[in-house]
């Protein structure tokens, strides 16, 4: 009965302390996106993404959570984008065969719905973003983006067992709806190689704060570098830095090895303790399987996250961009 009791304390507590917290994708470096609305746009396709996680699998009642994310660029002409060639059959950052006075300012939109779970607790998040990308010089572009939408925060503790102190007035309510505006921004500089970002999330009032005066925010800086390890391999480290009043500071290592745009695996340290691994294959550049399985604590079971993503290569004939800079 107390293993019960303690269990489910925990994830109420869970529940109370990351309502309001960013659902972190495992898989988050396949999807910048999710953390950055500058990037937006940055793939030489229409880029639509979903997954599903559950953590803690040896916990009743773990979190679960779901998100769906869509970016696509309004270019009328390619550019310093994410591209594949059919001739090498690979994938790549490339400038697309144009010099640095050909270049021109691209325009990217997306959209990302986010679903979290956690026992009594649930958060949904809606937003869209756009973003522009300056070429810089021939092989560096930097972007800037900005975001926003809603979030509906809802709780629901009829029939869930509490415990005996039921002093904080927030479990006393049983159910309750809180729906807010998000804001959210971020810059990214790109190229061929390297690349760097800084964002700011979720920046929204505290739904639960009685007197709206506490605001919630994330703080995202990321960093890494694709490196042609041969004709066969590609390289990809990152690493990304988050701070958000809930958890504090995170820091967390990848590094991904790609096989000739077919096959890839990885490996990550969250928070420089938590391993995870990935595997994932790609099917003809257009069909991509991701899976993640992160290894916690071993009463609490591991955490699964599985991923599935779909190229939209015909873009440039159905989106004609009607806003490019000449």
Not at 53 to 72: D, K, V, Y
Request: charged residues 20%.
């Amino acid at each position: 009965m107390m293993k019960k009791i303690l269990t489910i304390g925990l994830l109420l507590l869970g529940g109370i302390c990351t309502a309001q917290n960013e659902l972190f994708s495992r898989q988050y470096f396949l999807n910048n996106y999710l953390m950055n609305p500058a990037v937006g746009g940055i793939n030489d396709y229409m880029d639509l993404r979903a997954s599903y996680s559950r953590q803690w699998t040896a916990i009743e009642h773990s979190p679960t959570s779901m998100l769906l994310t869509f970016n696509a660029n309004l270019a009328k002409e390619k550019d310093q984008v994410l591209r594949y060639s059919p001739f090498e059959k690979r994938y790549a950052v490339s400038k697309g065969g144009l010099d640095h006075y050909d270049r021109r300012i691209k325009h990217g939109v997306g959209a990302k719905v986010v679903y979290d779970k956690i026992n009594g607790f649930t958060y949904t998040d809606a937003t869209v973003s756009y973003a522009a990308h300056i070429p810089l010089t021939g092989a560096w572009t930097f972007s800037a983006g900005v975001g926003g939408g809603l979030s509906l925060s809802a709780m629901d503790l009829t029939g869930r067992y509490l415990g005996e102190d039921l002093s904080d007035p927030l479990l006393n309510n049983g159910k309750r709806n809180e729906m807010v505006p998000l804001v959210e921004a971020g810059v990214w500089l790109y190229s061929t190689g390297p690349y760097v970002g800084a964002s700011l999330t979720r920046y929204m009032e505290d739904p639960y704060d009685e007197d709206q005066k506490a605001r919630y925010m994330n703080i995202y800086a990321t960093a890494g570098w694709q490196l042609q390890a041969s004709e066969q391999f590609v390289i990809v480290p990152s690493v990304m830095y988050k701070h958000d009043g809930y958890s504090g500071h995170n820091i967390n290592v990848n590094a991904m090895l790609w096989f000739t745009d077919i096959a890839w695996a990885g490996v990550s340290l969250r928070n420089l303790e938590h391993p995870s691994v990935h595997v994932g294959v790609l099917w003809r550049n257009t069909l991509e399987l991701n899976y993640t399985y992160d290894i916690n604590k071993s009463e609490w079971g591991g955490s699964h996250e599985i991923g599935i993503a779909y190229r939209i290569w015909n873009k440039a004939d159905d989106c004609k961009n009607k806003w490019y800079f000449k």
